[in-house]
């Protein structure tokens, strides 16, 4: 019995001919078909899940019923407000005006005078949680010396 590692010791060990690459290579374009026709099977069936779901969620009275984001529309306008790409501020304003209603003004205006009274429990709350100032100040749109004066003015309540 040899058993010198330089030997061929089964048939995945042997010089492969063109007709066995060609073989090879037709089992691989199948299998892969296959898995293609799987993926866009797995991938259809997850989507009619997820719209049978949301249906019967939607039917059971879940006022959110896709998990979406409720505040995305306020997000995208504050990134749209404050972002280089605008090309104009009185030309974003004239497209948004087009866009928001009195009540979505209202609401947006309310909204922002919540954001803006919350905003020392929530600095308060990062600061408890181990978030250094500088970075809450960074995420908030604060200076640092704001969210340090934030801090002292709630310790010294």
């Known amino acids: 019995m040899n058993t ?3 030997q061929p ?9 063109a007709a066995h690459n060609r073989r090879r290579a037709a089992l691989s374009d199948s299998q892969q078909s296959s898995a293609e026709k799987l993926r866009a099977d797995l991938l259809d069936l997850v989507i009619r899940h ?6 019967a969620r939607a039917l059971a009275g879940d006022p959110n019923p896709t998990d979406a984001d409720p505040l995305e529309y306020v997000k995208d306008i504050a990134a749209a407000f404050t972002a280089d790409a605008v090309d104009t501020l009185d030309g974003y304003l004239d497209r948004l005006a087009d866009q928001l209603t009195l009540d979505d003004v209202r609401a947006l205006r309310v909204a922002g005078e919540a954001a803006q009274a919350v905003t020392p429990r929530v ?13 809450i100040a960074d995420e908030l749109g604060l ?5 340090y004066a934030i801090l002292r003015e709630q310790r010294d309540q």
């Open 9 to 17: 010791t089964g048939p995945e060990d042997r010089p492969a001919t």
């Open 4 to 6: 010198n590692d330089d």
């Open 143 to 147: 200076t640092p010396s704001r969210v």
């Open 50 to 55: 997820e719209r049978e779901t949301i249906a």
């Open 123 to 135: 600095v308060v709350a990062e600061a408890d949680r181990g978030k250094k100032p500088p970075r």
